[in-house]
Structure formats: structure tokens, C-alpha cells
């Protein structure tokens, strides 16, 4: 079974501050991990995903994610906050192999002060 | 990448009428689509898997003879909400995919019911 917790449900930072998301999950089987970013009223858009291979992975907007298999973490950061980033984000869990059901976390709603 | 459209991307009903809700991936074949819904300020609930030619599965809690899933061909799948009510008003998101591939989302159906 996979699960996944996102530690803060609301998280604020201030314009060009170091933008830190966190991500935990659970998984049986080895993971494909993902980030979504949502903004009001639309849809998901994917900012990054692991499946396999560098465990350090690059995103749009200038977002990355490390996948820490020791640690079970898979957190979203980017180094400078922009106006545009205030979203909600949802990190996301899948077993590929094994139904390929993504499960999705709680939400961190990301507020970006001027 | 891949795309997934859903169509209508609003919808406004009376209670005790039926709703569908289509799903379609535009450029390539889906095996499996899943369907979600995300209440206001949550994070999104799977509600069920729907394998091209055969019965949907349902996660636990969601009635199936409520919640009616179609998924004729691989490039359609359909949700039908039968009898809705008020408290069925939420997101309704799809994601497509094939075996051991990555899912991709729709940008999401939003149902109110009056």
C-alpha cells in the first residue's frame, strides 16, 4: 500500500526566500514520486516526477525534489520565491507495478509575502 | 506530453438529475483511467479505476450505483452521476495512462448541484 504526508498544511514564506515543501511517504513496492501544483479553480499541473535513475530531480518553474529512499522523503524546494508560486502543491505517490493508482497527500498551501 | 481533456469542464444541475462527465486522452491509448474528487480546500480522494472492457473498481466508501463508470475504448471513459445531490457538488479530475506508465490528469470537471 502507498501513502504519502505532507508535513504543513500552510506554509508562508517571503518574496526570494528559500521555498521548502515536505514530502514523506509509504510504499510497499519502489515508488514513482510526483509534485503537483494547483492553482484556484484549474486543474493539476505536474512540476516534476521521479521514477527511476538521479535521485535529484529538476522541475519547471525552478523547482527541484530529492528523492531519499533512506529517509522516505521526497520534498520540494526552489531557492528564490516568486509572486507566482502561491499555490496549493500535493505531493503524490504511485506503484507503476502494481496498479499504477496515484495516491495523493493532504496539500501545502504555499503563501508568497511580498 | 500526453493529453487528457474532460468535457463539460462546468456543470450546473438539479438535485435529482444525472450527470456525465467524460474523460478522453487525446493523443495516445489509455488502459487505465482513474477518476478523483476534491472537495473545497482538500486534497483529491481516488474513487475508482476503470479498465478499458471491463467493471470499474471502487474504492472503499464510493457507491458504485451512484458513481456509474464507463470505459468503452481506450481513448474514453465516463463518469456518471446518477440522482445528484447538493452534497455531490465538488472537482471531479481524471487521470489516463498505460500499464507501468506515468498517469496524466485532466484539467478537472466542477459540479454544483442546486
Known amino acids: 500500500a502507498q501513502s504519502v504526508t505532507q508535513l504543513g498544511s500552510h506554509v508562508s514564506v517571503s518574496e526570494g526566500a528559500l521555498v521548502l515543501l515536505r514530502c514523506n511517504y509509504s510504499?510497499?513496492?519502489?515508488?514513482?514520486l510526483f509534485w503537483y501544483v494547483q492553482y484556484p479553480n484549474q486543474g493539476l499541473q505536474l512540476l516534476l516526477k521521479?521514477?527511476?535513475?538521479?535521485?535529484l530531480v529538476k522541475g519547471i518553474n525552478g523547482f527541484e525534489a530529492e528523492f531519499k529512499k533512506s529517509e522516505t522523503s521526497f520534498h520540494l524546494t526552489k531557492p528564490s520565491a516568486h509572486m507566482s508560486d502561491a499555490a496549493e502543491y500535493f505531493c503524490a505517490v504511485s506503484a507503476p507495478f502494481t496498479g499504477n493508482q496515484f495516491y495523493f497527500g493532504t496539500g501545502t498551501s504555499l503563501t508568497v509575502i511580498p | 506530453g500526453a493529453v487528457v481533456s474532460q468535457h463539460p469542464s462546468w456543470v450546473i444541475c438539479k438535485s435529482g438529475t444525472s450527470v456525465k462527465i467524460e474523460c478522453r486522452s487525446l493523443?495516445?491509448?489509455?488502459?487505465?483511467m482513474f477518476w478523483y474528487r476534491q472537495f473545497p480546500k482538500q486534497s483529491l480522494m481516488l474513487m475508482a479505476t476503470s479498465n478499458e472492457g471491463s467493471k470499474a473498481t471502487y474504492e472503499q466508501g464510493v457507491e458504485k450505483d451512484k458513481f456509474l463508470i464507463n470505459h468503452a475504448s481506450l481513448t474514453l471513459s465516463t463518469l456518471t452521476v446518477t440522482s445528484a445531490h447538493p452534497e455531490d457538488s465538488s472537482f471531479y479530475i481524471c487521470s489516463a495512462g498505460r500499464i507501468q506508465e506515468t498517469q496524466y490528469f485532466g484539467p478537472g470537471t466542477r459540479l454544483l448541484v442546486l
Open positions: 510504499s510497499s513496492v519502489p515508488p514513482y
Open positions: 521521479y521514477t527511476t535513475g538521479a535521485t
Open positions: 493523443d495516445f491509448q489509455a488502459t487505465t
